[in-house]
């Protein structure tokens, strides 16, 4: 009886395990077929871009591409692959299709989460191309907006294995000034976010960072807009006054540090 009762367990161990390699087997085939049904989708996409019709059609394919990227990493690995990046950089560089050159930086932001789009990036110029339109002062408040935005995830210290931009170090001083110049003029919290996120992030990326921020008067422009806007986010609080960020104190008179952050900034992120 006890003979029986392990051959059947062993029975039962290889069903168990013949049902699970074959559900493995099925998950594994399912996920090639929509990868193989999303880059075909991509790819007409990008011949869009391409190739771009209307300023209809283009605006319609960018708020597609941005709609996928929101879905996750791997998708973003998808368009970097099938020449998303190269294509949203195109819109970008269009004269006739200005209007929807924020739409695209947008889109860059969202598919440069992962390190395979931010090499992409790198390869194709779209440092150069986002630093242009970062610094032109003739481009909207949103267009340049969405630049930094789009150098605050290139410079995430959270994307893994990400790699250095070597362009970022040759634009560095003009990029740290027109950053710096976003912040200190504009008055929109979110684009101050941005800003400051941008700036923080770079103190990771290149040691002449803080020399640029000096000449730039950075640390002035960050610690007086927060002093002077105390119901900015605690996310916001974190980007100006995080260890990153904590070697521009050497670089204003510790006075005006100790007034513009206020005792309360350190209670609300105690919390």
Do not use: Y
């Not at 009886?1 to 559900?23: A, F, G």
């Not at 001083?173 to 996120?197: K, Q």
């Not at 980007?239 to 100790?258: M, Y």
């Amino acid at each position: 009886m006890e003979v029986c009762n392990n051959d059947n367990d062993d029975l039962d161990r290889d069903t168990t395990r013949q049902v699970v390699q074959v559900v493995t087997a099925l998950g594994h085939a399912f996920t090639k077929l929509v990868d193989l049904m999303l880059s075909r989708e991509i790819r007409e996409m990008v011949r869009v871009l391409e190739e771009p019709g209307s300023r209809a059609g283009v605006r319609l394919v960018v708020s597609h591409l941005t709609a996928l990227g929101v879905e996750g990493g791997h998708i973003c690995r998808l368009i970097a692959s099938l020449g998303g990046v190269r294509g949203l950089l195109d819109v970008c560089l269009e004269p006739r299709l200005r209007q929807c050159r924020s739409d695209a930086l947008r889109a860059l932001a969202t598919v440069c989460c992962v390190v395979e789009g931010i090499v992409e990036l790198d390869k194709a110029g779209g440092v150069e191309v986002v630093a242009e339109v970062l610094c032109d002062i003739e481009c909207l408040e949103e267009e340049r907006s969405e630049a930094a935005g789009v150098l605050a995830q290139i410079t995430s210290p959270w994307v893994e294995n990400n790699h250095r931009l070597a362009a970022l170090h040759t634009h560095l001083d003009h990029i740290v000034a027109a950053l710096t110049d976003l912040a200190r003029h504009t008055l929109t919290p979110e684009i101050f976010l941005l800003a400051s996120a941008a700036l923080a992030n770079l103190t990771f990326l290149d040691d002449g960072c803080v020399e640029a921020m000096r000449a730039a008067g950075t640390a002035s422009v960050l610690l007086r807009a927060a002093h002077d806007n105390p119901n900015i986010s605690i996310f916001t609080k974190d980007q100006v006054s995080s260890p990153s960020n904590s070697r521009l104190h050497t670089l204003t008179d510790p006075r005006e540090s100790q007034q513009d952050f206020p005792s309360q900034w350190h209670q609300s992120r105690s919390v």
